[in-house]
Every structure is written in C-alpha cells, then in structure tokens.
C-alpha cells in the first residue's frame, strides 16, 4: 500500500509531521481530518535506496573541501531564473545537476534530488547539506516555500550572493598589486643579497680597502641574508601560524577582528566591508520573511568577525526583551577594551602601536548614519529598504576606499623600492668609484 507523508496542524496550533498509509491520495487526506488535523502538505513516501545504490546510480564523485562561492552564485541564479520561467523545482535541480561539474556542488544536487523525491520540501533537502548551503540560504528557501514565493526568494538570493561576490572580488583585485609587487621585490633583493653582493665583497677584498658606511652596512646585511636565508620564508609562515593559533581560541579570535578593525589603513576598509556585508544580509532575511530574531542570528553568524558577532548578540537579546534594533545597536556597537587586541598592537608595532589603539577605543563600528536609518525603518516599517540602503552606501564607500588605498600604495611602493634600489647602487659604486680613483693617480 503506498505511503504518503504528511504536514498537519493540530487542534492546539502544534505541528505534526508523520507518515500514513492509504490506498490513494484523497482517503490518506480524509484520514487525516478525521484524526483532527488541519492538512498543509501531503506528498507520495518513497521508499529509501541503499547508500550504495545511491552513490551508484546517481553518480556521485569524491570531493574536497566547501563549494566556491561563485559557482553557488551562478547556480542560485540558474535555479531564480528556471523558476521563473515555471519549471517544476525538481525538473530545474535535475537540468542543473547535470550541467554542474565534478565536486561538491554537484554531489549536493544529487542528494538534495534524492531527498525531494523522498517526499522532503526544497529547504529540508538542502540543509542536509550544510558544506553548500548555509542557514541563510536555507532559511530564506523556507521563508519563500511558506509564503507561495519561492521564485521571488530565489531572485533576492541570487541579487544577495551577487553584490557579495563583487564586492569580494573588489577587494581581492585590490590587494592583487600590492602583493605581487612585495613578493616580487622580496625575491629580487633576496637574490642581489645572496649572488651578487658577495661577488661584489671579493673584489673589494681583494684590492683590501677601506669601505665607506654604506657599502659595510650593505654588506653585512647580505652576510645575514646568506646565514638566515631560511628566515624570508620562515617569518611569514611563522606569523600566520601564530595568527591561526591564538585565532582557533575566542578571545584570540576577538583581539584579533578588533586589530583588524582598529589598525591604521586597512582597519575602516575591513569595517566597511563588514557593515555592508551584515546589513545586506540582515535586509534580505527581512525582506523574505524570516522572523526578525532568526535573521539576527544567521546575521550575526555571516558577519565572519568576533566584534560584530558580539554586537548581534547582544541586539537579539535585548530584542528578546522587548527593545528596538537601534537602540542597542548604539549602545554596543563601541567595542570594550580587549587585552588580546593591545598585544597584537604592541606585537606589531611595539609602544606606538599600543598607544595607538588606546587612542582608538571609543571608535564604534556602527557609526550614527547606520543607527538613525535603522532606527527610521523601524518607525516607517521599512526596515528592510533602510538596511538595502546602508548596504549600497557602505558598497560605494568601499569602492572608493579601496580606489584610494591603491592610488595611496603605488606611490609608497615605487618610492621604497627606488630607495632601496638606490642604496644598494650607491653602497656598491662608492669604493669602486674610490678603487678607479686610486689606480687612476
């Protein structure tokens, strides 16, 4: 006798999901009212293939590690787009799971199939596979299964995962140039410290002269470099090891967001990034349905940073009290003193930068604009628009600071390395220059 499963509200509002045997659909629905259930889902129960059979038939492939988060983009897009064109959800998920490549995104796909056929709902079928979906993807799926808008959802979803992605890709082709000319000039003066100086250091030997300062400096500097040439790798990897260590702690993790938030240059870019980041995300949750402390907590939880997350938390509980978003979005957005986040500022910039960050303690990462348009959509119920609003604005402002970290950079970099360059020229020419001299007269 075929089985079907079933979504039911009882007769004191609880939700009851089981699984019911009947000849056909319309006598498994009248059994169910007759046990006093208000009937909201009912589909066919299949019955469960073995995980062998399963990893067989449907073939699925070895994989490593989460999906990238711009194949997730372009597949949430696909999917908004074949639901819109009106498309049976399982029908889409099978023209997706065949076009997807190898890996994770792919395998997911196929047990999200395998469980829709099972009779599971599009948002129970996805979180059983957290390493693709996370809970705001999830939740806001569920939002759009319960309100009939399933293909809306997917849209702002798809909209939510696109402005995120450009703008990490922003940063990222930012901070390309910067990188590459560091690595790049690491290894040229590597190599003159190590092969050319020293050819440089027997000729002087050899007509034994005196040296000037420079040239001495320089070449002591290069006797170091070729007795500690392990250390120009070493020290790097060593820092972000210990960055990782005292990070996998969380007060660790706390000190080390608020350095990152507080530090010179680089700490409003990250501040930036991650107010538009969380207001997005909190927009979009609004937005679709989640209630307002389900959307709190995935936001707080997609800020990826420990001040932030300390910030959330402490607006979900007053909320649970009975306040506003605002209200405690002021009060707590100036982060606490954090003894972790001195010695990271005393560890890379000794007294200064301990001095520094105790100048920058009452900073807040939420400044006066993000509350009183917050605090507007709340009165307005409007929440959703005014947080779409901080999100593009702190998009721009991102933008435009990232624009004048690389027009700030090029400079600083060109002037270093000219600097360098020239010293090294110099300390090298001056006693050859003096040598010419000598067996000149």
Request: with cysteine.
């Amino acid at each position: 006798m075929p089985q079907f499963k079933f979504e039911a509200i009882d007769q004191k509002g609880q939700e009851i999901k089981d699984i019911i045997e009947a000849p056909t659909e319309e006598e498994a629905q009248a059994t169910i009212r007759q046990m006093g259930y208000h009937l909201t889902k009912i589909v066919v129960h299949k019955e469960r293939k073995s995980k062998t059979a399963k990893l067989g038939a449907e073939g699925k492939t070895f994989s490593l590690g989460m999906v990238k988060s711009k194949q997730l983009t372009t597949f949430t897009r696909q999917l908004s787009i074949l639901q819109d064109a009106g498309l049976p959800i399982l029908r889409s998920l099978n023209i997706l799971k065949n076009q997807a490549p190898n890996g994770a995104l792919r395998n997911s796909l196929i047990d999200t199939v395998y469980e829709i056929e099972g009779g599971s709902s599009l948002s129970e079928a996805m979180a059983k596979n957290p390493r693709v979906f996370n809970r705001l993807y999830i939740n806001m799926i569920k939002a759009g299964e319960a309100g009939g808008a399933l293909e809306t959802i997917l849209q702002r979803l798809a909209e939510f995962l696109e402005a995120s992605e450009r703008l990490k890709q922003r940063i990222k082709s930012a901070m390309t140039y910067p990188v590459c000319v560091i690595f790049f000039a690491v290894c040229i003066l590597a190599f003159i410290m190590i092969w050319i100086v020293p050819q440089f250091e027997k000729i002087f030997n050899d007509f034994d002269s005196k040296l000037p300062t420079p040239t001495l400096i320089l070449i002591n500097a290069s006797q170091a470099t070729v007795r500690y040439w392990y250390l120009i790798p070493l020290i790097p990897i060593s820092l972000w090891l210990l960055i990782k260590l005292t990070t996998s702690f969380a007060e660790g993790r706390f000190g080390w967001h608020l350095f990152l938030l507080k530090c010179p240059i680089f700490g409003p870019l990250v501040e930036k990034t991650t107010v538009a980041r969380s207001t997005r995300t909190l927009g979009t949750l609004v937005t679709s349905g989640v209630p307002i402390l389900e959307s709190l907590h995935i936001t707080k939880e997609a800020s990826n940073n420990a001040v932030f997350e300390q910030m959330y938390q402490k607006i979900l509980e007053a909320i649970r009290d009975g306040d506003t978003i605002a209200n405690p979005m002021k009060l707590y957005s100036r982060p606490p003193f954090h003894l972790g986040a001195l010695l990271y500022f005393a560890f890379f910039g000794v007294l200064v930068g301990a001095l520094y960050y105790l100048t920058k303690l009452k900073g807040r990462i939420m400044d006066d604009m993000v509350v009183n348009m917050v605090d507007v959509g709340e009165e307005t119920g409007e929440l959703d628009t005014m947080l779409y609003k901080v999100a593009d604005t702190y998009d721009q402002e991102v933008e435009a600071a990232t624009d004048a970290l690389m027009s700030m950079l090029e400079p600083v970099l060109v002037i270093f390395l000219g600097v360098v360059v020239g010293f090294i020229v110099v300390a090298l020419f001056m006693p050859l220059i003096k040598l010419i001299g000598d067996l000149s007269g």
